[in-house]
């Protein structure tokens, strides 16, 4: 088939490469006149959302969200204090790329103390957020035509992250009968020749499930057969795990040199505002995070470094009551969620999100008339009805469920239950003739 384009950037006959790239800039001028990769990348959807609640407030509607991934406690004051003491010690001028040897010190010495994890300070890189920390990994990493896994439901940024770079993204369905983790069997299917990069999440952002050993045990078997696969082992919601042990990947010899340690400072000391994350990872691959992040954003916020030191080294209590309170909502909010007619759900192991299984009310009518057509549909109408925001599973790659965030107040969790419930039991089912 012959193909010729009539825009400007392109004359006489196209080669494939150049024909798709024509199809898609003529359907959409904004890709030709920016960024083709930005202008086609989703915007995150628990931003958004939180952001249409904010909008939805400030025009006086009754709205409540139970969208974001924030811890509703104030920073320790023994963290804060040290931030305080640093600014008033000069700390306010350009950190080391890496960060300072104190803070990497200090994670050295965590990741020994609390996972088993041998490191050494110029292993470690000290980023704004862990956010930033997987990017820098996956830009070091990945070439266009890469093949990356990514186990769905997966949080909302991994997949934009490898579309940034290019990447080929293979994903692993799994479903409320698995846990929502992957088998072995499944990850050995999933790594195709090309495969250079798996992501691991656990506790999982937005099921809440985590791997027990026995099952991590498995999963690595698998990967040492793949010597040229990476890990990525995302461990950012590790102190708010509630049944069962932890277990960081690192810590099997036989892929250390492969493993990527992220992890941060939001979720376990309700920093999230402080903007600080890290990876522990090869030389190598720590060498070219620094590198590239030398040209982006140079060192971190110098003075959040010395309250990061504090939290590391300080006492844990803090860390462990927060973690006792989410346990408690969890507990509650479980049981009410249980109670809804047509909700699936399972008790999460970890994290502060409830990820329930909605199928049941897709297809069904609306007080109004109007069919509820997708998951998408559903969270529409729920916010429209009742003045409840939840983030849909399409944002963590999946077609059926919600993520529900309990890291609120009980009382505000109350109510968004009570929400729930009477949005879905005003729908309507369809009979559908035979």
Known sequence: MVVRCQNEKFSGILSINDTIYCIIACSNPLIMKYSQIISSLEESATLGIAKKVRELTAEGRDVIGLTLGEPDFDTPDHIREAAKKALDDGFTHYAPVSGYPALRNAIVDKLKRENGLNYKPNQIVVSTGAKQSLYNVILALMNPGDGAVLIAPYWVSYEAMLHLVQAETTIVNTDIDSAYKISPEELDAAIKPHTKLVVFNT??????????????DALVAVLEKYPDVFIISDEIYEHIAYDQEHVSLGTYASIYDRVITVNGFAKGYAMTGWRLGYIAASVEIAELCEKLQGQCTSGANSFSQMGAVAALNGD???TTAMRDEFLRRRDIMFQQLKEIEGVKVILPDGAFYFYPDLSAFLGR???QGE???DIDDLCLYI????????????????????????????DILEDGV????????????VEVNA
């Open 203 to 216: 506790p999982s952002n937005p099921t809440g499930s985590m791997y027990t050993r026995e099952e991590t």
């Open 316 to 318: 844990m209590s803090t």
């Open 365 to 367: 009518q609306t007080p």
């Open 371 to 373: 069919i509820i057509k």
């Open 383 to 410: 916010l429209d009805e009742e003045g409840l925001a939840l983030v849909p599973g399409t944002a963590f790659g999946t077609q059926t469920h919600v993520r529900i965030s309990y890291a609120y107040a009980t």
């Open 418 to 429: 009570s929400r729930l419930r009477r949005s879905l039991e005003k729908l309507i089912p």
